[in-house]
Every structure is written in C-alpha cells, then in structure tokens.
Nanobody, 123 residues
Framework: QVQLVESGGGFVQTGGSLRLSCAAS????????MGWYRQAPGKQREHVAV???????HYADSVKGRFTISRDHAKNTVYLQINNLNPDDTAVYYC?????????????????WGQGTQVTVSS
C-alpha cells in the first residue's frame, strides 16, 4: 500500500510560483507512475501532469509551459513546479500514483491518492 503526502500549497499572488511536493512511502517508487490532479471549486477533478519511473511526462494542455513535473528517486518524492500562477489555478492539488506500466499513457486510473494541498491565487 502506497501512502502519499503532499506539501507546498499556499496563498500566492498572480504571477507567483510554487513548488508542490509529494512524498511516497510503502511501495517501490521505481514501479509507480506519479502524477498530479487538481480540483477547482465547483469543477471536476482534472489531470495536470504525470511522470513515469523513467522520466517520461505528460501535461494537460492548460498547463504546458508553466508547470513542470519531476521526481527524485533517492527521496521517493515527486515535485510540481508551478510558475506564472493565475486565479484559474486556484484548486486543491492531489498527488496520485499508478502501478507501472499502465495500459494507457497518461494513465486513466490511479491506484493511490494523497489528501490534497490547497493552492490559492489572488488577482
């Protein structure tokens, strides 16, 4: 059973940056794809980015060029660098993990989820 713990959310002004972290434990980090979803108020949860054990990535079109996902195998941690934030990025950001390899890329199903971290962007 993989446990995921997010950190790094907060309150930031438009144009600012944040780096979210997600520490994984209880599983083999090199055998799971790690990703981020987000859920804005009144909206459905949506895919943001995902990274494979070997470093292959996929981003939602809405965040390409501003978000960067990376992972550190030594720390069992995945990061989401978010630049040039705007109010539309306000959401709860969830870390997730999928047993790898997956049948599709990006994964359509994730096996583990974190509790989420709030990101609020003021205008």
């Amino acid at each position: 059973q993989v446990q995921l713990v997010e950190s790094g959310g907060g309150f930031v002004q438009t144009g600012g940056s944040l780096r979210l972290s997600c520490a994984a434990s209880g599983g083999t980090f090199s055998l799971i794809a790690m990703g981020w979803y987000r859920q804005a108020p009144g909206k459905q949860r949506e895919h943001v980015a995902v990274i494979s054990p070997s470093g292959g990535t996929h981003y939602a079109d809405s965040v390409k060029g501003r978000f960067t996902i990376s992972r550190d195998h030594a720390k069992n941690t995945v990061y989401l660098q978010i630049n040039n934030l705007n109010p539309d990025d306000t959401a709860v950001y969830y870390c997730n993990a999928a047993n790898y390899p997956t049948t599709r890329w990006p994964p359509q199903k994730y096996d583990y989820w974190g509790q989420g971290t709030q990101v609020t962007v003021s205008s």
